[in-house]
């Protein structure tokens, strides 16, 4: 075969032509594209995203997994949403995405990820509405930044993430919320959602989450100034309402919100291992900065505070109205204006099988907690248990446990610096009587004694706050063992 010395013009022409039509069909795919310091290849490759989202200028690109442009636009709200109107796993480069309108997650199993807090969703105007809707299961939300923007666009109060109907398994994870007007993220509706890892930071007139969700766990987030416009609501970092299973766990709220934590008219919500700062100003309800409790378990069942460090809070540490079966374990409670963990049940209320094990209560020099474990109110209490804690500083009583309308058995025992029981030795010398210190935290409710020797005939026992007196029938010297029990 011979190979020709010269192409043809015919050929050549030809192979000019191809030539133009591959340029022209590269230049196409490209000159949308401005110049990105990122590149995907051609074809999907296991964990691909399904869309890619960035900004350039004013210019918003999503590109699909094939590395194809299929949305862009100058805004960012239109081409956001028309990738979440497809779902799968969409990422958002490093930018700040400007929103004019909410976003709507309704295609199940939608992954929504950043690339850290430089990835950001600003709000532009007034957008009356949530930000973020969730209508829909397996969600996922994570490794971004939400700025409302309230304090510019001053908006009503409306979330910055919402899940609505039929949602189950949402999922946000290190995601950064600033600036709401209303509650930041509200876990409405559906069950087995997760908050981790987050920080809900700034956002003055709102609370940081509210679960009225089931199955809930809320792990390893900050909370800092939430809720502290606020003066007479009851408004918290943390509001738990209607729901069950509920766990708030690693967290840190600080600020002067009017609760850290609250559960109301819950089932089996355990907070534990969390860093509650009240940052007091000790001033009166309905005044600018009063912060009322660090933890309330109210009309709730088998409620546990455990293991949490509590600090400066102008009313209550932990308290517990009007609610059944709840441990409040193993905490340390400081620096609270009057008691540090209240046992309550209003007039027709009852407040039945709670326990308080372990916890150490103290002023901390403070001079401002009048009890350290108090049980009150005008309703039917019984069964409580106050055992095992230590407690000082408080400047009315280290326990008390006042009258209601039924009050049924609150055992009070082994605590550190409030003596229940107690017991030593004495003689009777040529007398009928011996006065005897017994160091209990008030008058004997209970005296017992045990003679050594007989003849001393039958005796009696009386007692004030700090002593106690031992009469004999018969005069005598009598060696004895007397042990004694105060029931406050």
Known sequence: MKIPKQISLKTASIMVLIGIIITSGIFYVFAATPS????????????????????????????????????????ASVVIQAVLNIGGYIHLKKATYILTQYLLFDKPATIFEGEGFDTILEQSGNIASHLIYIHTDNVVVRNLKIDRQY??????????????TNCDNFLLDHVYITDCGGVVVWLYNGENHIVQNSYIIENPYGEGISIQSDHVRVLNCHFINNNVEQVSDNLANINIYLAMDVEI?????????????????TQDVHIHDNFILGDSDHTHEGEAGYVQEGIEFFGSINGIASHNYIYDWDLIGIGVDFSNNTLVEG??????????????????????YNR?????????GLGIMSHAILEGGAGDRGYNSIMYNYVSGASVAQIQVDGGSVVHHTTVKYNIGFVTENS???????????????GLAGTPTHVNCGFKTTGYGSWIWSATSTQITITVTNSGTYTLSWDAEYKP
């Open 36 to 75: 990105s310091t990122f590149t995907i290849s051609s074809g999907i490759y296991p964990g691909a995203p399904s869309y890619t989202v960035w900004r350039e200028g004013s210019n918003y690109f999503a590109k699909d997994a094939n590395g194809l442009i299929v949305y862009s636009g100058t805004n």
């Open 151 to 164: 304090s510019v666009n001053t908006q009503s109060a409306w979330n910055a993430i919402h899940t609505h």
């Open 249 to 265: 766990a690693g967290c840190t709220i600080t600020g002067k919100a009017r609760f850290g934590i609250t559960a109301r008219t």
């Open 331 to 352: 905490n340390y409670v400081s620096g609270i204006g009057a008691a540090g963990i209240q046992l309550e049940a209003g007039a027709g209320e009852t407040s039945y």
């Open 356 to 364: 308080v094990i372990g916890n150490s209560v103290v002023d901390d």
């Open 424 to 438: 030593g030795t004495a003689t009777i010398s040529s007398s009928t009587s011996v006065v005897v210190n017994h």
